[in-house]
């Protein structure tokens, strides 16, 4: 009921030391500290109702996790009068959602006209909260389940466990570089998806195809004409 207000406490309840941390903008007077045993933030300062309901808006909360817990913290706020009298609490309840975070980049070689593995994996730092990647960006090649027959094809959401066993084979005789994209996500279409795209880039050895035969004919004890042997023309030079 008092004009002025002494001080004020915030606290998370389901408190997770480690995890959540509460902070504020300092004004009009008033300086706080976050006790990070308690999870409780106390502002003092003598100071109007008015100053501090606008000290007590610039509250913030943050989770300092890639993995937090799912538990509902509820943050309760409480104010202190020159009486001195103490506030019943104002409740206000956060609801955590997980965002993916960006997997490692992925490096593979392997010969040409063959099915290559390439392992995906979520970042170590998002713990269960990954279950599938999209699929984008694929680049001189086809890319399959592990069956060798199931086509993976771009935008399409794979399960973490399809992707660590994933096949990509190149274009037929094609050598060189190759690519596809994966982003991670915590469902199975883009609602989930988080972080960056990753790359997977693929080399493709390039291997000798069979050339062509030759027929030639040569009467008997004459020497014939040249024999002239070539590559196959896929191979190149």
Do not use: C, W
């Given at each position: 009921?008092?004009?002025?207000?002494?001080?004020?406490?915030?606290?998370?309840?389901?408190?997770?030391?480690?995890?959540?941390?509460?902070?504020?903008?300092?004004q009009f007077?008033?300086t706080?500290?976050?006790?990070?045993?308690?999870?409780?933030?106390?502002?003092?300062?003598?100071?109007?109702?008015?100053?501090y309901?606008?000290?007590?808006?610039?509250?913030?909360?943050?989770?300092?996790?890639?993995?937090?817990s799912?538990?509902?913290?509820?943050?309760?706020f409480?104010?202190?009068?020159?009486?001195?009298?103490?506030s019943?609490?104002?409740?206000l309840?956060?609801?955590?959602?997980?965002?993916?975070?960006?997997p490692?980049?992925?490096?593979?070689?392997?010969?040409?006209?063959?099915?290559?593995?390439?392992?995906?994996?979520?970042?170590p730092?998002?713990?269960?909260?990954?279950?599938?990647?999209?699929?984008?960006?694929?680049?001189?090649?086809?890319?399959?389940l592990?069956?060798e027959?199931?086509?993976?094809?771009?935008?399409?959401?794979?399960?973490?466990?399809?992707?660590?066993?994933?096949?990509?084979?190149?274009?037929?005789?094609?050598?060189?570089?190759?690519?596809?994209?994966?982003?991670?996500?915590?469902?199975?279409?883009?609602t989930?998806?988080?972080g960056?795209?990753?790359?997977a880039?693929?080399?493709?050895?390039?291997?000798a195809?069979s050339p062509?035969?030759?027929?030639?004919?040569?009467?008997?004890?004459?020497?014939?004409?040249?024999?002239v042997?070539t590559?196959?023309?896929v191979?190149?030079?």
């Amino acid at each position: 009921n008092a004009d002025y207000i002494t001080s004020a406490q915030i606290k998370i309840t389901d408190y997770v030391m480690g995890q959540d941390q509460l902070s504020f903008t300092p004004q009009f007077g008033i300086t706080g500290n976050f006790d990070n045993t308690t999870g409780i933030l106390t502002l003092i300062g003598v100071t109007s109702a008015g100053n501090y309901a606008t000290a007590l808006s610039s509250v913030k909360y943050v989770n300092l996790t890639d993995a937090p817990s799912d538990l509902t913290r509820t943050i309760e706020f409480r104010v202190t009068d020159t009486d001195p009298t103490t506030s019943a609490p104002a409740t206000l309840t956060l609801n955590l959602i997980s965002v993916a975070d960006t997997p490692a980049d992925v490096n593979e070689a392997f010969d040409e006209d063959t099915f290559g593995l390439v392992a995906l994996a979520p970042n170590p730092l998002d713990g269960n909260t990954v279950t599938h990647f999209q699929i984008t960006g694929i680049t001189n090649g086809t890319l399959y389940l592990d069956d060798e027959m199931t086509v993976v094809n771009n935008n399409d959401f794979i399960t973490v466990t399809q992707a660590s066993t994933l096949k990509f084979k190149g274009n037929p005789d094609y050598f060189g570089p190759a690519e596809f994209k994966f982003q991670a996500s915590t469902n199975d279409n883009t609602t989930g998806l988080g972080g960056d795209k990753a790359t997977a880039s693929i080399t493709l050895n390039p291997i000798a195809d069979s050339p062509a035969n030759i027929l030639a004919s040569v009467n008997e004890d004459e020497v014939s004409d040249p024999i002239v042997l070539t590559p196959n023309a896929v191979d190149g030079l």
